[in-house]
């Protein structure tokens, strides 16, 4: 497909999008099925173009004067691509399966620069009914943050210590040009493609076969490592997912102790039976799914509890930028139930002297600080440790940056503070 060709297939995606409200990467599947005749470099050129207009349409939108499919395409690869209008407008020749010649509006549109004066929701790319949110938790700082959400993230990996070293690691992968990640010294991280280029697929390689390494984000790695789990603990991951913070506590207790994996969801917990297997993960057991006498049956017995809660994910905007556009104040008051349930649940479980550990992949003060505030109140038996005390408990070999939602005893990872997706962390110590 010439350049052109994937452009208007990056339309008639955004287009399927905006009629339809559903995940881009069905839209994707569904446009590839109908279009076979399409590469795989094709394919993911396209995927790039529809995610990468994704994820500053509001700019885009704005500085166009147009919030449509081809508008956003254009703005894209002018912004985010490299192009000069002119090479957008060569491109744009209405000829077979190119879009239609630009129009005059469209041509200014993609010279026209975002005014300082214009609202921060649109400099930031985040939807507009969360500017209040984004302030109270960033401050000045609130276009920043958002920005660097609308960003494209790299490849982060963590080595499996069962099986690995990070040298390893890095010598495996060494014609994706890695590097160790600043904070995490478990971290390895690939930059982001530019442009058309395609995704790395590190799941194919020899090393993620052989179970050296995981595809997980240098902030979630941080937060794991933060909740303090030992060898010869016993330690439950309550909303174990597919298992990627299970895989890393096993590591980290050297497969000693007893690990418990728990999720109610039935299939997202499916893939950790593979994923123990190949990490060489023995210390772990996986409860059933939902079986609530199971839990009922460690109550007190915990050393550590980590509950990933359930979260809007707006932290992760950068790997998945079309749900910020989904995202609703229904959806955000659903997750704060699920959360403030899993969080009495959590609570039960811990035994005297053990902690808690309440992470989420969210920026939300609603989502973290208030819920944690709420837990303080309903349960006076716990404490917070300051985040400080447990960087240095963790030997975090990295300086950490300052706390980026300044409450000073919870932590708050970004792109622009840390480098990382959005995760907080918050460690909760029962009396």
């Known amino acids: 497909m010439t350049p052109a060709a994937r452009a208007s297939a990056a339309i008639e995606v955004l287009a399927d999008l905006a009629t339809r409200k559903r995940p881009a990467a069905d839209a994707l599947k569904d446009w590839g099925l109908a279009h076979r005749f399409a590469g795989s470099g094709d394919r993911a050129a396209i995927g790039n173009l529809v995610f990468d207009s994704l994820r500053k349409r509001a700019s885009f939108a704005y500085a166009m004067g147009d919030d449509s499919a081809r508008g956003l395409v254009l703005r894209t690869l002018t912004s985010s691509w490299g192009l000069t209008p002119d090479d957008v407008a060569v491109l744009a020749d209405g000829g077979r399966f190119a879009p239609p010649p630009l129009t005059p509006d469209e041509i200014e549109g993609l010279k026209r620069e975002i005014p300082a004066d214009a609202p921060v929701s649109i400099r930031g790319d985040f939807p507009a009914w969360l500017e209040p949110q984004f302030e109270r938790a960033f401050g000045v700082h609130a276009e920043e943050e958002g920005a660097g959400l609308a960003a494209r993230a790299p490849v982060d990996l963590r080595v499996n210590t069962l099986k690995a070293t990070r040298d390893k690691v890095l010598h495996a992968l060494r014609r994706f040009d890695p590097a160790a990640t600043p904070h995490s010294p478990l971290g390895v991280r690939i930059p982001p493609g530019l442009g058309s280029s395609r995704s790395l697929h590190v799941e194919a390689e020899p090393g993620h076969g052989k179970g050296w390494y995981e595809v997980q984000d240098e902030g979630s790695q941080l937060a794991t490592l933060l909740a303090g789990a030992r060898p010869k603990q016993q330690v439950l991951d309550l909303c174990a997912g597919a298992g990627g913070k299970t895989l890393g506590l096993a590591a980290i207790m050297e497969n000693t102790g007893q690990l418990y994996a728990y999720d109610s969801d039935r299939i997202r917990l499916r893939p950790i039976f593979e994923r123990l297997k190949r990490a060489g993960v023995r210390n772990a057991q996986v409860l059933d799914p939902g079986d609530t006498q199971e839990l009922a049956g460690l109550e007190g017995k915990m050393d550590r509890v ?22 609703s104040p229904q959806m955000l008051e659903a997750r704060l139930a699920e959360q403030r349930a899993v969080l009495d649940r959590a609570a039960l479980l811990v035994k005297p002297g053990g902690r808690l550990a309440y992470i989420t992949c969210s920026v939300l003060p609603q989502e973290n600080r208030d819920q944690v505030e709420a837990f303080l109140s309903r349960f006076p038996q716990y404490s917070i440790v300051p985040w400080p005390d447990l960087w240095s408990a963790a030997s975090l070999s990295a300086a950490p940056p300052q706390s980026a939602d300044g409450f000073g005893k919870t932590l708050l990872m970004t792109p622009r503070s840390f480098g990382t997706d959005g995760f907080f962390v918050a460690v909760l110590e029962r009396k």
């Open 306 to 327: 980590v509950v990933d809660a359930p979260c809007t994910g707006s932290g992760v905007w950068r790997r998945r930028p079309d749900a910020k556009w989904r995202f």
